[in-house]
């Protein structure tokens, strides 16, 4: 199943839920827009296997739907580089939805400085956008999800 969350977030992850909880082995993928991390964190929360940023190009969906009928239903743990503190507190404000030049001044440090460690974050684990962060971080436990908007850090 693939759902995209086209201006109707709400009606759509509604579905989204009642759909996984009907029939829990599907596996939807989720479009949601560039950059909407609340949106994506809410669509994994609703059940999301997997959740895609827009635009989206032919080879990456395929990608995806490769993957989510390889790993069958649900998340697998990823195996993950150790972040370091200050990676692991820049991720924290990442996910609070704080900006390079947000954490950079939070934490007395240059901008530079912040989008070298949002670099090795990205590497370490294995994402390839802002949507792949908050999965990843999902699936460390670095969001707690009851308590979205205050992510917690390890």
């Known amino acids: ?3 995209d969350l086209d201006g109707q977030a709400a009606v759509a992850l509604d579905l989204l839920a009642g759909a996984r909880k009907s029939f829990p082995s ?4 989720v479009l949601v827009d560039h950059g909407d991390i609340r949106t994506a964190v809410r669509a994994m929360k609703a059940g999301a296997n997997d959740c895609l940023e827009k635009p989206i190009e032919a080879p990456r969906l395929l990608a995806a739907i490769e993957t989510a009928l390889s790993e069958g239903p ?3 743990p990823v195996p993950l580089g150790a972040l ?3 990676e692991t507190r820049i991720l924290s404000l990442v996910l609070a939805g704080k900006t390079s030049g947000e954490v950079a001044t939070a934490l007395h440090r240059s ?6 460690h949002r670099h090795n974050i990205m590497r370490k684990l294995q994402a390839n956008g802002i949507v ?3 999965k990843q971080a999902l699936r460390m ?3 707690d999800l009851e308590h979205w908007g205050h992510p917690t850090a390890r």
């Not at 901008?111 to 070298?116: A, Q, S, Y």
């Open 74 to 76: 649900g998340p697998r």
């Open 141 to 143: 436990g670095f969001i």
């Open 1 to 3: 199943m693939i759902l």
């Open 26 to 29: 599907i596996l939807p993928l």
């Open 84 to 86: 370091t503190p200050t």
């Open 132 to 134: 792949d962060l908050v």
């Open 111 to 116: 901008h530079r400085t912040v989008e070298v």
